[in-house]
């Protein structure tokens, strides 16, 4: 019978945890970069169009 260490499975995924946080970001940074502030500002739009900010009554998503 093979008795595996639990600090060794807590490691690993501490590890994995940190290692995705720091892909995460950099691939966000990598993407934000690339599209631009033009694309910034579409999904603000969006986010603001779903989120309600807009302070009117958005009939698409009530239809869905």
Same mark, same amino acid.
């Given at each position: 019978?093979? /008795?595996?260490? @639990?600090? @060794?499975? @807590?490691?690993?995924?501490?590890? %994995? &945890?940190?290692? %995705?946080?720091? &892909?995460?970001? /950099?691939? !966000?940074?990598?993407?934000?970069?690339?599209? %631009? $502030?033009?694309?910034? !500002?579409?999904?603000?739009?969006?986010? $603001?169009?779903?989120?309600?900010?807009?302070?009117? /009554?958005?009939?698409?998503?009530?239809?869905?």
């Amino acid at each position: 019978m093979v /008795v595996r260490p @639990r600090c @060794r499975t @807590r490691t690993m995924f501490v590890v %994995g &945890v940190s290692l %995705g946080t720091v &892909v995460g970001i /950099v691939v !966000g940074s990598i993407v934000a970069m690339r599209l %631009g $502030d033009e694309a910034v !500002g579409v999904v603000r739009s969006w986010l $603001d169009r779903m989120s309600g900010r807009n302070n009117r /009554v958005n009939f698409e998503l009530l239809l869905q």
